[in-house]
């Protein structure tokens, strides 16, 4: 029977998971468990399909994160032995040649087995050369990284992707009407209707929502205005005599409420730009983000204060899809695809914190070591003085999660 230290120290401290007594996996349990997620997925579809889609794309992401890792180390030499959607008990596996596929009962993430990533892992004499820690530093430092930027890469497409064929939310140069004018309003006693567009006022042509209230505000209360505006294609003239503003009666006020933001579709070379931009600054914000998830007092604050800034308050998968299916009902695809790129960024991010069990942790170590080597002498990091902190992180990962799933259910996004 394994101990628990000696689990943790195969499965997270060495990168990948534990070698069990047996590789048969019990069909009563994989039946049981491909029908408990199949109608967990039934049920997404139905209560919402954008939630569904949205977790499709998460699913997809861990999957390209772990082939990332996979593909980079069998080029660069090294050995993989296992690839698991999933974690905790096999529910199918097929050897191919020396690597194990398969699926397992937790279908909270996926994992690599790597050969040798530290001094613990025991590997067989004649595996020793094709071993992580055997590998030069560049080597290592790719394979490690590739999951984070296989999430980058994810990332950018989904945005140049979106741009591109749906539009990137900006200035769109038309002012829209976006709801019903109030019963009673100058906007409303005018004829002027949701959806039409604002052209001019006074002949004074407007593209942006500011211009429009300047050109509003400029007027008094009384003052007859000439508003153009564009419905169905067809321009049309009305007249409305401004009245006081309901907060302040000395400003003039039409009563529309308008907008002139929207999906702009880009060209390809704007799209790449945007995209390359955008990741770079969803990538900042996440940094910040990480710092905030990763304060338990945020996380204390949550659960005492119904009000907590919801930009700091730890959240799982299920409030990101419970977001996922709300954009899908309001905008549809491109929304989704949109917070998938952005939460593909952030998953990057966190990724790399420089701690085990994180990428970033193992990339931690083998910078050190590198640093600490010499000609002729490779230095070897002593990862058992590492378990100790290792447990408080997978200490403070489980109570976020709690937290998180707690208030993602009682107090949804």
């Given at each position: 029977m394994t101990s628990m230290y000696e689990r943790m120290r195969q499965e997270i401290v060495v990168g990948g998971g534990?070698?069990?007594?047996?590789?048969?996996?019990?069909?009563?349990?994989?039946?049981?468990?491909?029908?408990?997620?199949?109608?967990?997925?039934?049920?997404?579809?139905?209560?919402?399909?954008?939630?569904?889609?949205?977790?499709?794309?998460?699913?997809v992401s861990i999957f390209l994160h772990e082939l990332g890792h996979f593909v980079t180390a069998r080029r660069t030499g090294m050995k993989a032995t296992q690839f698991f959607m999933g974690f905790g008990p096999r529910l199918w596996s097929r050897q191919k040649g020396e690597v194990e596929y398969g699926f397992r009962a937790i279908p909270l993430g996926a994992f690599v087995r790597i050969i040798g990533m530290n001094g613990?892992?025991?590997?067989?004499?004649?595996?020793e050369p094709r071993a992580y820690r055997n590998q030069s530093f560049p080597r290592q430092l790719l394979v490690i990284t590739a999951g984070s930027l296989m999430h980058m890469f994810i990332a950018l497409v989904l945005f140049v992707g979106v741009y591109g064929?749906?539009?990137?939310?900006?200035?769109?140069?038309?002012v829209a009407v976006v709801h019903a004018p109030q019963a009673g309003s100058p906007a409303s006693m005018a004829g002027i209707r949701e959806g039409d567009i604002v052209v001019a006022l006074n002949k004074n042509?407007?593209?942006?929502?500011?211009?429009?209230?300047?050109?509003?505000?400029?007027k008094v209360?009384?003052?007859v205005v000439e508003v153009v505006v564009l419905r169905n294609g067809v321009e049309k003239t009305v007249t409305a005599t401004l009245a006081g503003n309901p907060m302040n009666t000395s400003i003039a006020?039409?009563?529309?409420?308008?907008?002139s933001t929207g999906y702009v579709k880009?060209?390809?070379?704007?799209?790449?730009?945007?995209?390359?931009?955008?990741?770079?600054?969803?990538?900042?914000?996440?940094?910040?983000?990480?710092?905030?998830?990763?304060?338990?007092?945020?996380?204390?604050?949550?659960?005492?204060?119904?009000?907590?800034?919801?930009?700091?308050?730890?959240?799982?998968?299920?409030?990101?899809?419970?977001?996922?299916?709300?954009?899908?009902?309001?905008?549809?695809?491109?929304?989704?695809?949109?917070?998938?790129?952005?939460?593909n960024v952030f998953v990057g991010v966190f990724n790399m914190f420089p701690l085990l069990p994180f990428d970033g942790g193992h990339a931690a170590i083998a910078a050190y070591e590198r640093v600490r080597s010499r000609r002729g002498e490779r230095y070897r990091a002593d990862i058992n003085?590492?378990?100790?902190?290792?447990?408080?992180?997978?200490?403070l990962m489980g109570f976020l999660l709690f937290v998180g799933l707690y208030l993602d259910i009682t107090k949804p996004l």
């Amino acid at each position: 029977m394994t101990s628990m230290y000696e689990r943790m120290r195969q499965e997270i401290v060495v990168g990948g998971g534990a070698e069990e007594e047996s590789n048969a996996p019990s069909t009563s349990r994989a039946v049981l468990a491909a029908l408990v997620i199949g109608s967990l997925l039934v049920w997404l579809g139905m209560k919402n399909g954008w939630t569904l889609v949205f977790v499709a794309g998460l699913l997809v992401s861990i999957f390209l994160h772990e082939l990332g890792h996979f593909v980079t180390a069998r080029r660069t030499g090294m050995k993989a032995t296992q690839f698991f959607m999933g974690f905790g008990p096999r529910l199918w596996s097929r050897q191919k040649g020396e690597v194990e596929y398969g699926f397992r009962a937790i279908p909270l993430g996926a994992f690599v087995r790597i050969i040798g990533m530290n001094g613990l892992d025991e590997v067989e004499p004649e595996d020793e050369p094709r071993a992580y820690r055997n590998q030069s530093f560049p080597r290592q430092l790719l394979v490690i990284t590739a999951g984070s930027l296989m999430h980058m890469f994810i990332a950018l497409v989904l945005f140049v992707g979106v741009y591109g064929f749906a539009g990137r939310y900006d200035d769109t140069g038309k002012v829209a009407v976006v709801h019903a004018p109030q019963a009673g309003s100058p906007a409303s006693m005018a004829g002027i209707r949701e959806g039409d567009i604002v052209v001019a006022l006074n002949k004074n042509k407007v593209t942006t929502r500011n211009e429009l209230v300047e050109a509003i505000v400029a007027k008094v209360p009384g003052e007859v205005v000439e508003v153009v505006v564009l419905r169905n294609g067809v321009e049309k003239t009305v007249t409305a005599t401004l009245a006081g503003n309901p907060m302040n009666t000395s400003i003039a006020y039409l009563g529309i409420a308008t907008s002139s933001t929207g999906y702009v579709k880009q060209s390809l070379s704007d799209s790449v730009v945007h995209g390359v931009g955008d990741v770079v600054r969803t990538a900042g914000n996440s940094v910040k983000g990480v710092i905030g998830a990763l304060n338990p007092m945020n996380s204390v604050h949550a659960l005492r204060d119904s009000g907590q800034n919801l930009a700091s308050r730890p959240t799982t998968v299920v409030g990101a899809s419970q977001i996922g299916g709300q954009l899908g009902k309001d905008q549809g695809l491109k929304a989704v695809l949109l917070l998938l790129a952005s939460v593909n960024v952030f998953v990057g991010v966190f990724n790399m914190f420089p701690l085990l069990p994180f990428d970033g942790g193992h990339a931690a170590i083998a910078a050190y070591e590198r640093v600490r080597s010499r000609r002729g002498e490779r230095y070897r990091a002593d990862i058992n003085k590492m378990i100790p902190l290792t447990t408080i992180v997978m200490g403070l990962m489980g109570f976020l999660l709690f937290v998180g799933l707690y208030l993602d259910i009682t107090k949804p996004l």
